[in-house]
């Protein structure tokens, strides 16, 4: 069973809208019966790098024809070079490699996504000729409230005309990338080193322009959230489950751990498919037991919170051991601020798009929610945001796009009631509904690879998927 995928990025999201609104609303005051929809799910994209120097993993979530695709860059090992001129040289087209085909990946997704935009094009136009021709066929109440709809859809033509421009802009980057494969190869064959600074400048400026192109596309504010999806009802009341959020598509692992307090036992299922059906998996007994239910695996570890501590482990699965464990400074814990259901939450981790976080409280902060970016090999606090959020008002939270989002209730009539944003420490408070199907929520975390919310409900494991919305600056591409 494959994890379903969600509508990201401006044009996704607000065509999904536009959709909705036209079919329900323009047929039963115009008389139109047909309806426009998208076969298939939207792709995404996702750039990794691995702990290891050298490795790149590049994965999109979809192909048109249904498979994942994962593809990983993996540099040779134990090769030898003639010389230093060599080495540098097989590095730079390796480089070159991986943006060449993170650009392929980029450009599969921009051309669906393009076909879409195109096929809502042709349809507000034809809606507009035949809102024209019924001018007279409808009373002036009908008239004027088609007409004060169609305006609100006139600022999705700059929109429209951006994501055109962007898909324009991916095919320049990858007519660039093919001309300095051509030229890395022609220096390769003459073994010298001609023209190697310049190559070099070039590489990194196209690894730039992708990043920031792969960002603007991935990443936007949480707009809605799908009905539950539910997994499986497995094990207590409280517990936790979760993908590698770091792991390529082709590994669809699943981790599973019972209870909230002294538990040490991780089951890890081969498959999701393995795990609703409970077969194929193997035990992992932890050193040291965990509090809480907001673990963590990120890149085949996991980070917990250890038993009656403030301490944040790390545990390596492959490995079968701790590779490290740190204090978090001032952090509350056995219950001194949890969530609002209790249960041992006072710390949190979370992954996104940018790397692991925790949340927590210190006595400091008054019992205000604090948001933390981890080093993930260190477990050092890089940065720290208090977000003047009460923890113990907070029925869970996780981070999207380096916003935290925070719920006003584990319990049924639960909606996501405030936002953080980290990039630029302010907040808002927001009103975006979920249903609470099975009326107690205990865990609550997002996961950037499927671009889906999990969650652990009255014993019940959830999906939930997401639309995130870009506002799309109409200034030009950098």
């Known amino acids: 069973m494959s994890v379903p995928l969600l509508k990201i990025g401006a044009v996704l999201s607000t065509m999904a809208m536009v959709t909705n609104w036209m079919s329900q609303t323009l047929p039963s005051l115009v008389g139109l019966n047909g309806t ?6 939207s792709e995404k994209i996702t750039l990794f790098q691995s702990p290891e120097e050298g ?3 590049y994965t999109s979530a979809q192909a048109p024809d249904g498979k994942c695709i ?13 010389d230093g001129r060599s080495r540098e040289l097989r590095q730079l087209m390796e480089k070159v490699q991986n943006v060449s085909q993170s650009m392929e990946v980029l450009e599969l997704r921009t051309y669906r996504d393009l076909q879409y935009v195109r096929s809502m094009e042709t349809l507000m136009r034809s809606l507009d000729a035949r809102l024209r021709a019924a001018d007279g066929s409808l009373s002036a109440k009908s008239f004027q409230e088609l007409k004060d709809r169609m305006t609100e859809l006139l600022p999705l033509s700059s929109v429209l005309e951006q994501y055109k421009a962007d898909t ?3 095919v320049r980057l990858r007519e660039e990338v093919r001309n300095l494969s051509g030229s890395l190869a022609s220096i390769q064959e003459e073994m010298g080193a001609y023209g190697y600074e310049d190559l070099q400048q070039r590489v990194m400026a196209l690894e730039a322009r992708l990043h920031a192109c792969a960002q603007k596309l991935g990443c936007g504010k949480l707009t809605g959230v799908s009905n539950p999806i539910t997994i499986r009802a497995m094990g207590s009341r409280f517990g936790s489950w979760m993908t590698d959020t770091m792991a390529p598509s082709a590994d669809s692992r699943v981790w599973y751990m019972d209870g909230y307090y002294k538990g040490r036992r991780v089951l890890e299922f081969r498959t999701l498919g ?3 059906k409970g077969q194929n998996f193997i035990q992992h007994l932890l050193p040291q037991p965990w509090a809480g239910t907001g673990h963590v695996v990120y890149n085949g570890s996991l980070f ?4 009656q501590s403030n301490v944040v ?3 390596h699965f492959r490995s079968r051991s701790v590779l490290v464990q740190r204090s978090l400074p001032g952090a509350g814990y056995n219950n001194t601020f949890p969530y609002s259901w209790g249960g041992f939450s006072d710390m949190d981790f979370m992954v996104d798009e940018s790397g692991l976080w925790a949340v927590y409280t210190t006595n400091q902060n008054a019992g205000n929610i604090v948001v933390s970016r981890l080093d993930p090999h260190t477990l050092e606090v890089v940065r720290s945001w208090d977000t003047g959020y009460p923890k113990r008002s907070a029925g869970e939270a996780f981070m999207i796009c380096g916003v935290l989002y925070v719920t006003n209730s584990h319990l049924a009539g639960a909606k996501v009631y405030f936002a953080y944003f980290t990039n630029t420490s302010s907040y808002e408070y927001t009103d975006v509904p979920f249903h609470n199907q099975y009326s107690h929520i205990s865990m609550l975390d997002y996961n950037p690879r499927e671009r889906a919310l999990y ?19 109409t200034a030009g591409d950098p």
């Open 36 to 41: 426009v929809s998208r076969a298939g799910a």
């Open 55 to 57: 490795w790149q993993l």
């Open 70 to 82: 994962c593809t990983a860059v993996i540099p040779a090992q134990s090769t030898c070079s003639r």
């Open 168 to 170: 324009r802009t991916i």
């Open 274 to 276: 393995d795990f609703i």
């Open 304 to 307: 917990y919170n250890k038993y």
């Open 313 to 315: 482990v790390k545990y």
């Open 455 to 473: 969650t652990w409900n009255n014993g019940h494991q959830v999906l939930y998927n997401v639309t995130l919305f870009h506002v799309i600056s």
